[in-house]
């Protein structure tokens, strides 16, 4: 039996949305601080109360429904299920409307997409948030031009089941969707949960900074670029999208070597 070599190429680039490809986290804060509030009024223990605003302050990344869920199994008679949706929508509608009015993209995305299109990558974004959210958010930055609505995904509502990252089933739901083997993408993340989602769809990773940066600090988007690395497996991670291009480069030859396997003939 004689072997030949065989690899993937890298054909798509899965792009998370909020603080990724939109500064839009720190407006969808500002939009739900009375929202949280009212949420946290449900927890009437002191040390229950201070539990929860934890999660809070830990859910980068994640979804609102993924979190009320996460409280709800932690302390049962807080919320209803009744309770969970109906914030869940209200949140949506709060953050939507504030992203149609302004949402600014990441410093050199717009560059950055206008090359992977033309190179001919197929470009999807794939979030935790709800679709018509980032919709809003693409429109207000000026972004939605690189992506048809049928490659936008959402673990919100994109698939049967509602999910949320760290759970990678959006991930291969989109690949799926697309018509990709999971190794035939990278993925381009700005969280621990978004990480996790994409390695463990067993997508290769790179991590983004930029937007760390920009709202806390330099040190802040330090000990994010470890973490990302060390916990998540990024191949590379990058703090402005003007790098893009040459890690796809560095990254697309690293992982063509990872993935090559044995085809007996």
Not at 39 to 50: G, M, Q, T
Not at 70 to 95: G, I, K, M, N, Q
Not at 208 to 216: E, K, N, P, S
Not at 221 to 229: H, K, M, N, Q
């Amino acid at each position: 039996m004689a072997s030949s070599r065989q690899s993937r190429e890298i054909r798509g680039i899965l792009f998370d949305c909020d603080d990724t490809l939109c500064l839009s986290e720190q407006p969808a804060r500002e939009a739900c601080k009375g929202l949280h509030k009212e949420i946290l009024a449900h927890f009437h223990n002191p040390k229950e109360r201070e539990s929860a605003s934890q999660v809070f302050c830990n859910a980068s990344g994640k979804s609102l429904r993924s979190i009320l869920r996460l409280l709800s199994t932690r302390h049962p008679h807080a919320l209803s299920p009744e309770d969970v949706e109906a914030y869940v929508e209200r949140e949506v509608e709060l953050v939507t409307q504030r992203l149609e009015i302004s949402c600014e993209p990441c410093p050199g995305v717009f560059n950055a997409l206008k090359w992977a299109r033309d190179e001919g990558y197929m470009i999807a974004v794939v979030s935790s948030s709800a679709k018509r959210r980032v919709l809003a958010a693409l429109r207000s930055s000026g972004l939605e031009q690189f992506f048809s609505p049928e490659n936008i995904f959402s673990a919100a509502d994109s698939a049967s089941t509602p999910s949320s990252k760290p759970d990678p089933a959006i991930y291969r739901f989109a690949c799926q969707e697309l018509g990709m083997h999971t190794n035939e993408c990278v993925a381009v993340e700005d969280s621990m949960a978004g990480a996790m989602a994409a390695t463990g769809a067993g997508i290769p990773l790179i991590g983004y900074t930029g937007a760390r940066q920009i709202q806390v600090d330099e040190s802040g988007a330090e000990l994010l670029a470890l973490e990302l690395e060390r916990y998540c497996g990024a191949w590379e991670v990058m703090t402005h999208w003007d790098e893009f291009r040459s890690l796809m480069g560095k990254c697309g030859m690293g992982m063509k070597d990872h993935h090559e396997v044995e085809v007996s003939v």
